[in-house]
């Protein structure tokens, strides 16, 4: 039998010198708790879908960054992203262990998404050190924000497993300083890594849109079947603010969107 689990959302302090801003009261599956919202089927799927589908991608994104350590130019860089790698699998067993607790299989749960996040990985090999910075940042940021605007919409206990499993390990601010640094060593590289930016970009967007689209559960939650709030015109809304963040990335790096 499945046991309500506390969020990860820290409380607000009871006393403050300046009130913060009220948050939205949540409302439907969004103020509910896991043992509440998996009473429904097809909530209950959409949810092993989405977990599945960000197990796999926090697996992914081990094995790329201990990969990454081998290019890394530095033994300093080499430990940073060793450690970067270890936050990346803490992050997936989290997942393992919440799929089990609530008596599904992990690995049967990560198949499906297996296909088009290996496909992915295969036509955005990068082929330099600095392409690979790149693409985990974009890569990841994107995957990010898709999961985020998600944890929107799903139970408390949901929500904050999947905002616990989205923190930052570092790598953002790591990428940002080395391919900065490249640029200004030398400024040719910044044209090349921008036209990377926005294969990847586009690449990852379309990963995001399959993955939706082949899982009935997961898309109906999206345009609003399980999780109220969502329809077609937000989904088109949400992928808008994803390109937005994007463009804001690449100017952080010092490249054109």
């Known amino acids: 039998m499945e046991t309500p689990e506390t969020s990860a959302t820290p ?38 879908d989405l977990l599945g ?33 270890s936050a990346e699998f803490h992050h997936f067993d989290a997942l393992r262990e919440r799929l ?47 999961y985020r605007e998600v944890a929107a919409r799903l139970d408390s206990d949901t929500r904050g497993l999947v905002l616990g499993v989205l923190d930052d390990t570092g790598y953002s601010s790591f990428a940002v300083e080395r391919v900065r640094a490249a640029i200004e060593a030398d400024p040719r590289v910044g044209g090349r890594l921008a036209l990377w930016a926005r294969r990847l970009m586009g690449e990852a967007l379309s990963q995001a849109q399959r993955v939706v689209a082949e899982r009935d559960a997961l898309s109906t939650m999206l345009v609003g079947g399980v999780a109220a709030g969502f329809d077609l015109a ?16 690449m100017a952080a790096l010092g490249l054109a969107a």
């Open 234 to 249: 937000e989904v088109g809304r949400m992928f808008s603010r994803i390109t937005e963040a994007h463009t804001k990335r």
């Open 100 to 146: 089990a607790r609530i008596e599904v299989d992990p690995t049967r749960a990560m198949e499906p998404f297996v296909p088009s996040l290996d496909e992915f990985h295969r036509q955005t090999a990068p082929s330099d050190w600095l392409e690979g910075l790149i693409k985990a940042y974009v890569g990841d940021s994107i995957a990010s924000d898709f």
């Open 53 to 85: 589908a960000l197990a796999y991608g926090e697996l992914a994104a081990f094995e790329r960054l201990a990969e990454d350590a081998k290019l890394a130019p530095t033994l300093a860089d080499k430990g940073k992203l060793a450690a970067m790698a």
């Open 11 to 48: 409380s607000q302090p009871a006393d403050s010198d300046q009130a913060a801003p009220t948050a939205p009261t949540a409302t439907g599956i969004a103020a509910q708790t896991w043992a509440e919202a998996s009473a429904d089927p097809h909530y209950r799927e959409a949810v092993v």
